[in-house]
């Protein structure tokens, strides 16, 4: 039976049919769509978890490979980060059942903070990677993937990148293989990775490099198609299907499935074969730099770019000289759309008042970095997750007591389990005395809706313990935890201005839910009156519903308001009123 997927759930597929015993994730796009994929699958076949971080993720599947089943955890390319310090060291102790490392690169940035290329972690930790151009492949090449990591006692990369995860395309679907839970076995030398193990281990992994390479050389994953050109294309990924729709079979192709490491030979054949060659590649020139080394005259990032996202147009314009394709142009310029937060979001009622205050925000990684856009423009630093508890500490220390007093971290409830437990507890014992404000919305919103372990529930919607943000808090050493609704913008200002003032540190638990979380039943819609005096503070509120016409007066289109009624509680002149029509 064949069936159209992403490639997310085409990977999930894969890993279904390879008897994937154990999947354990954070979400993070563009990879989020795997480990939801997998949830949908009997919970007696396979056993799904989000965990609180990428690097728990990456540990708890490393055990179940060594506990004899079948593993995967995903992550994106960021996540990689995280989850580099076990993934590094399980290069060295292999595995027990195959262990599956699903990392998705996001080029153009889509919703990420850096472009990084995953592609050196293969490298620097001397783990095979495969990277699929299509559904079918990711689902084929994920099975594969599996098998290598036993065949070859290691773990496997699979590289994803936006385009190929959020893509669809038919994929055959095969019956899950049957597959038993290796018995465990106690092996001190293999999976304790103290130096003198650790040494010895390290003579494996660059044995183990060498048949992978001679594998390489073999694979099926990596193919040559021939067209009789004298111009070729080295290509993997979403780049080889970006090729070939520009230049069809206008040029060879050397089309690598197996990007670490790469075959050495395959290539210089084909290379020797053609009397121009070209490496399209995103991000970084890995495969660029390696054939260079080899000593071939490539044309790759000197005709290409090292950012963003490639198009077929720029791709048959630098190879073939195509022009770019006609099309229409707009007159007239057309009007910026900048993202901004969800109408009833509670976020949007922190950084009003955190404006109106005047304070300097360390944020952190999620929707509320929205909170960094006009008219907010609340938010002075986003660098990744939980650095703004951590960051917020060092600026503290460098600026001095007063300065602190004007300073708060804000950082979601997922993202505080994430990893903004120990930039606090860092604060508590260094004597910090810095405000934070845990942005509890009930939910891991940026990234679609995940279940977390303050909301109670686990990935597939069972009831389960529910971390108690105010205990946690407590346990830490932390005497002020105050817990507030962001809506009640007079409770909440009165709340940010004694916490910051206090010489010791203090939490504000900003507690609303999503406003687009099913249990969420705003009701009405909310109108401009007669009274209004056009002072257009309800404007500072950045909703997407309220509007300024041309004449001056306030408008609120009914088809965005969502009747949260955060604008009637803001307006000084009660010219906004709530009404259930």
């Known amino acids: 039976m064949k069936k159209l997927l992403l490639g997310n759930a085409a990977v999930a597929r894969g890993a279904y049919e390879a008897g994937v015993h154990f999947v354990s994730s954070y979400p993070g796009t563009p990879s989020t769509e795997i480990t939801e994929a997998m949830a949908t699958y009997p919970a007696e076949e396979v056993f799904v978890e989000w965990a609180p971080n990428e690097k728990v993720a990456a540990e708890a599947a490393i055990g179940a490979s060594i506990g004899g089943g079948r593993a995967m955890t995903c992550c994106k390319h960021v996540g990689l980060n995280v989850m580099a310090d076990p993934v590094f060291t399980d290069s060295y102790i292999g595995v027990g059942g195959g262990l599956v490392i699903c ?74 293989e049957s597959v038993t839970v290796k018995p465990y076995e106690k092996n001190i030398p293999k999976h304790v990775m103290m130096p003198a193990m650790a040494i010895k281990r390290h003579v494996v992994v660059e044995e183990r490099t060498k048949k992978l390479i001679a594998y390489a050389e073999s694979s099926p994953l990596n ?80 005709v290409f770019t090292l950012l963003g996202e490639y198009t077929p147009s720029m791709i048959g ?77 060092g600026m503290a220390k460098v600026r001095g007591a007063e300065f602190n007093k004007k300073l708060v971290s804000v950082i979601g409830d997922s993202t505080f389990m994430h990893s903004g437990i120990t930039g606090l507890s860092d604060i508590v014992y260094n004597k910090g005395c810095n405000t934070v404000i845990i942005l509890d919305n009930s939910i891991t919103g940026m990234t679609g809706h995940q279940e977390n372990p303050t909301t109670g529930k686990t990935i597939r919607g069972e009831a389960t313990r529910q971390v108690d943000l105010l205990l946690l808090c407590k346990g830490l050493g932390i005497e002020r935890v105050v817990v507030v609704d962001p809506f ?73 308001c969502n009747g949260c009624g955060l604008c009637v509680s803001v307006c000084p002149f009660h010219a906004i009123e709530k009404t259930e029509e």
């Open 488 to 560: 009640d913008i007079a409770a909440f200002e009165k709340a940010v201005k004694e916490e910051t003032e206090r010489d010791e540190v203090s939490v504000i638990i900003a507690q609303r839910p999503c406003a687009l979380l099913k249990s969420v039943r705003y009701t009405g819609k909310c109108r401009v009156t007669d009274a209004c005096r056009k002072c257009k503070l309800c404007m500072k509120l950045g909703c997407p519903a309220i509007s300024v016409c041309d004449d001056g007066t306030i408008h609120i289109d009914t088809s965005l």
């Open 223 to 302: 193919t040559v198609e021939d067209n009789g050109s004298d111009i070729g294309v080295i290509t993997a990924g979403i780049a080889y299907q970006y090729a070939k729709e520009a230049l069809g079979d206008k040029v060879n192709y050397c089309k690598l499935g197996m990007v670490y490491p790469l075959p050495k030979q395959k290539i210089l054949d084909f290379a020797a074969s053609c009397k121009k060659v070209f490496v399209l590649e995103e991000l970084d020139p890995v495969l660029e730099d390696y054939c260079k080394a080899l000593g071939i005259a490539v044309i790759g990032k000197d």
């Open 317 to 393: 314009k630098a190879v073939l000289g195509q022009g770019e394709k006609s099309h229409s142009v707009p007159q007239e310029a057309l009007p910026a759309r900048p993202p901004v937060l969800c109408p009833g979001c509670p976020h949007r009622a922190t950084f009003y008042v955190l404006k109106k205050l005047g304070l300097t925000v360390s944020g952190d990684i999620g929707c509320y970095t929205l909170g960094a856009v006009a008219p907010l423009a609340s938010v002075d630093t986003t660098i990744c997750m939980g650095a703004s508890i951590s960051a917020a500490h």
């Open 103 to 176: 990392v998705a690169d996001d080029p153009g940035m889509h919703s990420s903070q850096n472009e990084q290329d995953s592609r050196h972690y293969a490298k620097a930790a001397k783990i095979p990677m495969l990277e699929p151009a299509d559904s079918m492949e990711c689902k084929e090449f994920t099975k594969l993937a599996f098998s290598l990591s036993e065949e070859f006692d290691t773990p496997v990369f699979i590289r994803l990148s936006t385009r190929v995860s959020h893509s669809q395309s038919m994929v055959e679907l095969n019956d899950r």
